[in-house]
């Protein structure tokens, strides 16, 4: 088996309950060493459960789960020197700097990283000797990955990673996880509603609702397998056409060349996660309410392609 098709999270059958509310129901996946994978729900899907659970922090109530081939439930503490969490915020101590905080962390684990190569990594040198509380959200975030990732560990869990940060921070942070991703071989389970994020981040998606995941693929898959067909708009000679189609390049170059030049103003919209994404709401919210007649059919109006 090659590194690549190592299964470093391995989950059968997981549920959760509280009480009698089950919060996870059935679900079931697999993580292979290298991947970046985005759990992707709305709030009260059950995401930061199901990371909690991976984590070691929170007792399932049934199903099997090995993550680095140990059940988390029963994990020792070189296990835990091999996984990274950042949570979606922790308490710390305002008056330590950041390097000397990281410093102070390092000690704890077999082999950390160099204190001032992890400073560098997350983007921080400027402010290593800075007092946490000094900190800016984007840089507290920052520091955040850093304390996750101190010991170099194999896997890293990322709870909605980027709530309540600006667009440039969130930007800025987008492109330290693809750092970690590429340059550190880090296999990286993150949790976001943020559908751009997951999108950005991800090169697979499981979307997750009301306790199950209903879709599982990446971004381009699940488009293309729940919705299908591109948009294509066009005018031609003063009136404006419409037309879905699995095959957008053959339509525009059918229209080109059946009618030149006076096809205008084309516009094609491929299918995109958020399309993906308000589809299986819809088809779930049908499913599980009165049935509903037959969607009507697109508006089809115009010569069709030859």
């Known amino acids: 088996m090659t590194t690549a098709e190592r299964v470093v999270i391995d989950v ?10 089950e919060v996870l129901k059935d679900v079931t996946f697999r993580v292979r060493h290298g991947e ?17 659970i991976l984590e070691g922090f929170r007792t399932r109530s049934a199903g099997r789960v ?39 962390l390092a000690l704890y684990y077999p082999r950390p990283w160099d204190t001032d190569e992890l400073v560098a990594a997350v983007g921080l040198t400027a402010q290593a000797d800075k007092k946490v509380r000094m900190l800016s959200g984007g840089q507290r975030r920052r520091l955040d990955v850093a304390v996750g990732i101190v ?14 940060l600006d667009p440039v921070a969130r930007r800025e942070f987008h492109d330290l996880v693809a750092r970690l991703a590429d340059e550190q071989d880090t296999t990286i389970v993150l949790t976001t509603h943020d559908l751009h994020e997951a999108q950005k981040l991800a090169n697979r998606i499981m979307i997750l609702k009301g306790g199950r995941i209903i879709a599982d693929g990446t971004a381009q898959e699940l488009a293309e397998r729940i919705v299908g067909e591109d948009e294509v708009r066009w005018s ?13 390049t053959k339509l525009a170059f059918d229209l080109f060349r059946q009618y030149g030049e006076s096809v205008t103003d084309l516009e094609i919209r491929k299918a995109t996660l958020e399309d993906t994404y308000l589809s299986l709401v819809r088809q779930q919210a049908d499913a599980g309410g009165a049935e509903t007649g037959a969607a009507a059919p697109a508006d089809e109006t115009g010569e069709p392609a030859r």
């Open 151 to 164: 010991g170099h560990p194999e896997l890293l869990f990322l709870d909605e990673p980027t709530a309540g």
């Open 36 to 52: 970046v994978v985005c759990l992707l729900g709305p709030n009260g899907a059950g995401k930061t459960t199901t990371l909690e």
């Open 12 to 21: 059968d059958g997981l549920r959760m309950t509280y009480g009698t509310a």
């Open 236 to 248: 031609r000679d003063g009136l404006q056409y419409h037309r879905t189609t699995s095959d957008s």
């Open 66 to 104: 090995e993550v680095l081939g140990t059940d988390p439930a029963h994990a020792d503490e070189p296990w835990r020197a091999r996984v990274g969490v950042v949570l979606q915020s922790w308490r710390d101590h305002g008056r330590w700097r950041v390097r000397e905080l990281l410093a102070h």
